[in-house]
């Protein structure tokens, strides 16, 4: 028995207590979110229906900077493509490479953690080293893999500087940094598939493949919906660090390399067309939104275990 | 069953395992395989790293390319600054998530729920939509080259890091905290004396996730800051790179630099932080 026996004042007392405390604790989140995320919001929002260079003050007006988008603005539309391109291209692939790296890595087999750790390795070198070593791998003479390539008898292209390889160059680095966060979700979703499946499956002489197919596939599908929504989401955000640094902050050759956040910063800091800009990233905004709506309301069909 | 049936089946067994290894090294390949290269790059003469056909191992290793790149740009101010940045943030995350997550996980109080999934919400934000307007209030606080628009933000906690340390408390049994409500403890005694303590894991992979968040970091350098005294290791290397040109062993001396402290932070916490990722299945 306790001590103090809670009487009804001392709910009270500490209830009144409890929730005083719980908003002292997370006044740090609601300051910094105020601050730095919906306060910037609605200020953007608001500069998207304006013309503002920073030096003559901000002018409303209306629906003009989206009209501007959509009706005369061709690298828009360039560069929208771009990151479609590029969504659809990493997103299926590291998937797939990354449910195959999972099933890897699943294996009881000793000395299976250093496996983890090396595959691993390249989510954690993001940003402009990485993007550097890209160039020097990709070097159309002295690159690891048209070296490589010239082994095997084959003529590797000008990856950086052909239009057409920019974008597969591009997902390639993509998916080598994705597989990481790919592969341990996967892992996890594996780990928690009941074993007593496999089993039965044993016992009716399932192969290898067949209980790949019928139990692991099935079982991991929400995982791999999950991975690929907010794969897409974060897929239409990112790489503006390596794009940047492989074309010199130009967008590359015929722009092949300008993706979405590139026509964002190069409108907002470049020409300081700040309305513009905001107006550019609300679609965006827009984009990321209806995706997440999608996964919250059809993550439903998706087949749950248990 | 007799008995060359069993050797057979160990046979098979070996086998099997055998092939085991060689097909989770064989596709790891690809992903080590640029590391190779860049630490070979980084130790080749120049001729050798213009040579054709390929020199694979550098002949004579040539360590002095790392003094001669660190020499070459200001490095030790870049890095410095990158360790100002990128420490304070860390701290300034690490506290105010853990603050904010035992708000959520452990304190009772009207609209909790609410607010959590509000906040779950916010992930979705693009920074590139807030990132204008914030441009345009530093700018306008004189913020402009210095690294406070780099740090101020990360002291108030980031929402998925709040999420992933809330889930962690959910895992710490009640009953710690009710002994401790009983002999009178405040939550906020509590929250430093039995949950930052039984919570290392948690912090340590949110540290690790906050830390390469911020030492990788480029859009923010690159709008924020515009003289070399303040460039931190990304911008840094973006300006090595484009007065070095061509000459990779050095520009790979430099990347393998600063890519070391990711490299070496990673290795020895990665017990921590593969299961704290596992913990929460969810990052991006």
Known sequence: ????????????????????????????????????????????????????????????????????????????????????YFVTGSVPISVIIGILVA?????RIRGITIYRVLYYLPSVTAGVAVAIVWMSVYDVRYGLINNLLSKLGIQGPSWLGDPSWVMPSLIIMAVWGLIGQRYV???????????????????????????????????????IF??????????????????????????????????????????????YHMGYACALAWILFLIVFILTFIQVKFSGWVHYGG | MSKYEISQGKFAKYGKILLRYIAVSLFAIPFIIPFFW?????????????????????????????????????????????LIVTCTSVIGTVFASAFTAYGFARVRF??????????????????????????????????????????????????????????????????????????????????????????????????????????????????????????????????FLYEQGGYYNLLMAASTMALLPCLILFVFTQRFFIKGIILTGLKE
């Open chain 1, 1 to 84: 028995m306790p001590k103090a026996y809670p009487t009804r004042e001392r709910i009270a007392k500490v209830w009144y207590k409890y929730r005083l405390d719980g908003f002292i604790f997370i006044l740090p989140w609601i300051i910094g979110t105020l601050a730095f995320q919906l306060g910037p919001m609605i200020n953007s929002f608001i500069l998207a229906f304006t013309r503002y260079d920073i030096i003559t003050p901000a002018k409303f007006i209306g629906i003009e900077n989206f009209k501007k988008i959509f009706s005369s603005d061709p690298l828009f539309y360039k560069s929208l493509w771009n990151t479609v």
């Open chain 1, 103 to 107: 099933v890897l890595l699943n294996q």
């Open chain 1, 185 to 223: 979700i996967f892992l996890a979703g594996l780990q928690g598939i009941p074993e007593e499946l496999y089993e039965a499956a044993e016992i009716d002489g399932a192969s290898s493949w067949n209980k790949f197919v019928s139990i692991t596939l099935p079982m991991l599908t929400p995982t």
């Open chain 1, 226 to 271: 999950f991975s690929l929504i907010t794969g897409i989401i974060s897929a239409f955000q990112s790489m503006f660090t390596t794009a940047y640094i492989i074309t010199n902050g130009s967008g590359g050759p015929l722009n092949s390399a300008y993706i979405y956040v590139f026509h964002i910063y190069r409108n907002a800091y470049e020409y």
């Open chain 2, 38 to 82: 860049m630490v070979t790059t980084a130790l080749k003469q120049s001729e050798q790293v213009f040579a054709i056909p390929v020199v694979w191992w550098p002949k004579p290793v040539e360590f002095s390319n790392f003094t001669k790149a660190w020499n070459s740009a200001p490095f030790s101010v870049f890095f410095k600054n990158s």
């Open chain 2, 110 to 239: 009207p609209g909790r729920d609410l607010l959590f999934v509000f906040m779950l919400a916010t992930m979705m934000i693009p920074a590139d939509v807030t990132r204008i307007p914030l441009y345009l209030i530093f700018r306008r606080l004189g913020w402009i080259n210095t690294l406070k628009p780099l740090i101020v933000p990360s002291l108030f906690g980031g929402a998925f890091y709040i999420f992933l340390l809330r889930q962690f408390f959910l895992t710490i049994p009640a009953s710690l905290e009710e002994a401790a409500y009983i002999d009178g403890c405040s939550s906020f005694l509590i929250f430093w004396k039995i949950f930052l303590p039984l919570s290392k894991p948690g912090l340590l992979t949110v540290a690790v996730f906050s830390f390469l968040a911020h030492w990788n970091e480029f859009i923010g350098p690159l709008i924020y800051l515009n003289s070399e005294k303040k460039y931190t290791i990304s911008i840094g290397l973006r300006y």
